[in-house]
Structures are given as structure tokens and as C-alpha cells.
């Protein structure tokens, strides 16, 4: 009787070193355990907000690419590194001057046709900015309003 419960016993220790190992395999080698690592490695998709790492560009007004509209806009810089707040700064009529210029590349409905309109335009600012400034000084813009007049 003894034997028998000393093989039963053996026995589900055995298949649990089995699942733990092959769990363990599944989720360090390709499965959880990849994504998991690579999530935690990852940037995340929305930077916290602070004063420290946050600029706010005054209202835009100017021209679109249609013929007499006009936008008026304004936006937040979340900035990758809080420390890049002073530099940043210092280039904010260098920045302004190239959201101006985009603006006025841009039609109306490429500005506030869709929620892909924005999502673009946010992606052109922040593509422009970075370009200027130093690749991943602006980590995110914020659009905080904007009016097309038609």
C-alpha cells in the first residue's frame, strides 16, 4: 500500500514538473512570455502628462489649401524627455513656422473631415516636429481644438 502511494504520489509530481516546464517553454520562448517581454521593452502608446514634459503651442490661425478657409488649432507637445523642455522652447517659432506651413498643404477635409483625418494630421505634425527638433524629442500631440471655417 505504502509502494502504491509513493508511485501516485511520483507520479503527479512528475507531470507537474511536465506542465510547469512546458508552460514555462510556451511562455519564454514564443508564446506570452515573447509578447509580454516586448510590451514591457515597448514605449507605451500615450506618454503621462506633466508640466515637465508638456507644451502648449498658442492658437493657430491660418490659411488651408482650399481657396478662403481657414483653420484655427491648438495644440500640446508631450515631449519624450522633460529635459528637452528648455530646448524645445527656445525653437518655438521655428516650430510654429512648420505647422504653419503644414497647415497650409493641407484641404479641409484633410483636417476635419474624420476622426483618420485627425489621427493623419497628428501624425504629419508630430512627423514635422520631430524632423525639426531631433527624432523622438515629441513623443505625442494633442490637438486641444480646432475650427475650420468655411
Do not use: C, W
Not at 502628462?49 to 491660418?62: A, D, K, Q
Not at 508631450?78 to 528637452?84: M, S
Not at 512627423?127 to 524629442?137: E, R
Amino acid at each position: 500500500m505504502k509502494s502504491r502511494i509513493i508511485y501516485i504520489v511520483g507520479g503527479v509530481l512528475a507531470l507537474a514538473v511536465v506542465i510547469g516546464v512546458s508552460v514555462l517553454t510556451s511562455y519564454l520562448v514564443g508564446g506570452r512570455g515573447a509578447t509580454a517581454n516586448a510590451v514591457n521593452n515597448a514605449v507605451p502608446a500615450h506618454a503621462e502628462i506633466t508640466s515637465e514634459n508638456t507644451i502648449m503651442l498658442n492658437e493657430f490661425v491660418t490659411n488651408l489649401a482650399d481657396q478662403r478657409q481657414y483653420v484655427k488649432v491648438t495644440m500640446h507637445l508631450v515631449l519624450t524627455r522633460a529635459k528637452d523642455k528648455e530646448q524645445v522652447e527656445k525653437a518655438v517659432p521655428r516650430i510654429r513656422d512648420a505647422v504653419v506651413q503644414l497647415l497650409n498643404t493641407k484641404k479641409s477635409m484633410e483636417v476635419t473631415g474624420s476622426a483618420e483625418a485627425n489621427k493623419q494630421l497628428k501624425a504629419d505634425v508630430l512627423k514635422t516636429l520631430n524632423d525639426l527638433l531631433g527624432a523622438n524629442t515629441v513623443r505625442e500631440v494633442l490637438i486641444t481644438d480646432i475650427v475650420v471655417q468655411f
